[in-house]
């Protein structure tokens, strides 16, 4: 029995250290329970790293419609003020290049109220039209922000967005008429006279009817009398702004009746001035500045040693282009932001060395750079021109203004009607 005994109780003690020993697998287990603990410390530095690999992203858009530039100067501009803002980025919105069109398009845009556009380059004549409407913004704070004053810019085009006592534009680029002046013939203390700016129509008409036929020229002066805007451009000169609608009548009259204008003279637009006065024909010309780029360019009769420029008497019509802010626009301050640029110095001055375009910021006149990439800024003729330039009507139905005064003014130079009743209908149509 003792030996059954110590038998039960040695399978018993067996039986005890087999079941203790089968359960210790079990205990490696845990740490598999807390292995997943490590990739979720690693997964939130992900998203924190993707904002630093597109920082543009952060940068709201601003749209600036504006017509195609034939050089890299918008192109320049768009960029430089990009690379400079911490907030904004601007993308050009590339309109077309037909004037007419483009004002549709613009018109069509703004009296919606859409915001499809937050900066717009206008022509020069649109302002008024856009500023009474409520389309555009007035900037007399910018300007103010800016520590500017509106004389720092070019008049004319200042002028050109002027609306009820409030600027709403600045320049991007003007243009403007003066006088070409051919110094083989004209002596050089008349042609100094006339580069004063200190003269009047009454002057140059006497010295036109001197110096007629010399060298063989035809005539003593070609300007645009056709039935046309330019009509008007040329009758806002005359007139001095319309200060004086009557003695300007008159005196376009008395050139014509003087014998020193072509016989066809109310056919004559730019492309005939500008034919006349190459092929040697003319002493005097009124036109824009893009005529001594052709007669620089030496296939003319004329050569550019032959000609000089001046102001006209009472200052010449500004052309060319100026910018705005949409008022419906939702980026306002980037619109100022970027208005401030491209129109101030920065702006102004990759615009006249890479374009060769006329700057706006007058300071911009003195500036070498700007002056090496265009020679008419170097000549006292024509910088007194720039400085001496004036607006059309500033009206919100320009088109319409405009066509009543080319009728008008046309009817009566033809002697179609009396010059009484020129003048009272086009004071008429200003009112």
């Not at 029995?1 to 109780?9: E, N, Q, V």
């Not at 001035?273 to 003319?300: K, S």
């Amino acid at each position: 029995m003792k030996r059954i005994a110590s038998l039960l109780l040695i399978l018993v003690m067996l039986f005890v250290f087999v079941a203790c020993d089968t359960a210790e697998p079990a205990e490696p287990e845990e740490p598999t329970a807390e292995e997943p603990e490590e990739p979720p410390a690693e997964e939130p530095e992900t998203p924190e790293e993707e904002p630093e690999a597109e920082p543009a992203d952060d940068k709201t858009t601003i749209k600036f419609a504006v017509q195609a530039d034939s050089t890299d100067a918008l192109n320049q501009i768009v960029a430089a003020f990009n690379e400079k803002s911490e907030n904004y980025q601007v993308e050009a919105i590339i309109m077309t290049n037909d004037s007419g069109q483009m004002h549709d398009q613009l018109l069509n845009t703004l009296s919606s109220k859409s915001g499809e556009y937050d900066v717009i380059s206008m022509d020069v004549v649109w302002a008024g039209e856009f500023a009474a409407a409520g389309y555009l913004d007035p900037i007399d704070e910018l300007i103010q922000d800016n520590g500017w004053l509106p004389t720092d810019f070019n008049k004319g085009s200042m002028d050109s967005g002027k609306y009820a006592g409030k600027n709403y534009v600045l320049p991007y680029f003007p243009d403007l008429g003066f006088l070409f002046v051919r110094t083989d013939i004209v002596s050089e203390e008349d042609l100094a006279i006339l580069q004063s700016g200190d003269y009047t129509y009454d002057d140059l008409l006497a010295m036109a009817e001197m110096y007629q036929g010399e060298a063989n020229t035809e005539y003593g002066y070609v300007f645009q009398a056709k039935q046309y805007e330019g009509l008007v451009v040329n009758l806002n000169e005359f007139t001095a702004n319309w200060a004086d609608i009557e003695g300007g009548l008159s005196t376009m009259k008395a050139y014509m009746d003087a014998g020193i204008l072509p016989d066809d003279i109310l056919n004559y637009d730019e492309g005939a001035t500008h034919t006349a006065f190459l092929n040697g024909e003319a002493v005097f010309g009124r036109n824009w500045p893009y005529m001594n780029g052709m007669i620089a360019a030496g296939d003319q009769e004329v050569t550019s040693d032959q000609v000089d420029f001046a102001p006209l008497p009472a200052g010449g019509s500004v052309g060319g282009w100026i910018l705005g802010i949409n008022a419906a626009g939702q980026n306002k301050e980037g619109a100022e932001e970027f208005l401030s640029f491209v129109a101030g110095p920065e702006g102004q001055k990759i615009n006249a060395t890479v374009g060769s375009y006329l700057p706006g910021y007058n300071e911009l006149l003195e500036d070498a750079d700007v002056q090496a990439s265009n020679a008419l800024l170097t000549n006292p003729g024509f910088t007194k021109a720039l400085e001496m330039t004036i607006a059309r009507p500033v009206v919100a139905n320009y088109a319409e203004v405009s066509d009543q005064i080319q009728l008008l003014t046309h009817s009566f130079l033809s002697g179609n009607s009396e010059l009484e009743e020129a003048v009272s209908g086009i004071e008429a149509v200003l009112e």
